[in-house]
């Protein structure tokens, strides 16, 4: 994006606010980034590292709003956040050793498996919230976090769903405080996407610098209305906005 349109500019900086209230709300705003960074211009390579960039802003936002509900989970948020940061390092070497030809490949399998989960979301949330659970599962819930962020190091759209999914079933809390980590575990995993691709990855700084400020805001205002905004309709506009994403690089 050497010299971006007037529209490029207000279509960026308009959807950087979106996804960062949708990452609060439900996940999966790098789903409403990509294939924004792709009709700008950007091979998906490029687009898919420079929207992990782009996205830290708003998790940092939504994180500071969530403090209050991480009070209490030290240790929960400690030893998950470790896991996170280890999943998140490979998932990018991964992304950065392997061919470009394999993440041709695989994203549109990623878009696709992304924006199904998201629509699964209130699915899973009823299947997940069991109240008979009595306390966490470490020994199953740090290894599939670990899992988790990999996706999210090596392409990383609706990387919140996956991760509410995860500790929605293994560990034992409300669901507003299990969002207050998610934020956080976001967070982790995109600081540590941020420091190795901005070092090795071919990264459009000039769009990051469109998205990041309203990343920031949408995120922390996105996360304002969590507990208050019914989500179904921008869930499901996201969900078929990732499908479409999906059929286009399938074909092209």
Not at 90 to 109: E, R, T
């Amino acid at each position: 994006m050497s010299d971006p349109s007037v529209l490029q500019i207000v279509l960026l900086a308009a959807l950087g606010l979106l996804a960062g209230a949708v990452n609060a709300v439900a996940g999966g705003g790098s789903l409403i980034v990509f294939p924004a960074l792709l009709t700008v211009g950007l091979p998906p390579l490029p687009a898919n590292v420079t929207n992990s960039v782009a996205q830290w802003p708003g998790y940092a936002g939504s994180t500071v709003n969530a403090r209050n509900d991480l009070r209490g989970q030290r240790r929960r948020a400690v030893s998950t956040s470790l896991v996170a940061a280890l999943g998140a390092a490979l998932g990018c070497a991964l992304l950065l050793i392997l061919p470009q030809s394999v993440f041709d490949a695989v994203v549109p399998i990623l878009v696709l498996l992304a924006s199904l989960t998201l629509g699964a979301q209130p699915w899973i949330k009823k299947w997940t919230g069991r109240a008979e659970r009595t306390a966490d599962n470490p020994k199953v819930l740090l290894p599939t976090i670990f899992v988790a962020a990999v996706y999210g190091g090596y392409f990383g759209g609706a990387l919140g769903v996956v991760l509410i999914a995860v500790l929605s079933l293994l560990a034992h809390d409300t669901l507003q405080r299990l969002n207050a980590l998610k934020v956080l575990l976001s967070l982790v995993t995109s600081t540590v996407t941020v420091v190795l691709f901005a070092l090795f990855a071919p990264v459009d700084w000039l769009a990051v610098l469109l998205l990041a400020p309203t990343t920031l805001v949408g995120g922390f205002l996105g996360m304002a209305v969590a507990k208050k905004m019914p989500d179904g309709v921008l869930r499901w506009s996201v969900v078929v906005l990732g499908v479409a994403v999906a059929i286009y690089l399938f074909l092209r």
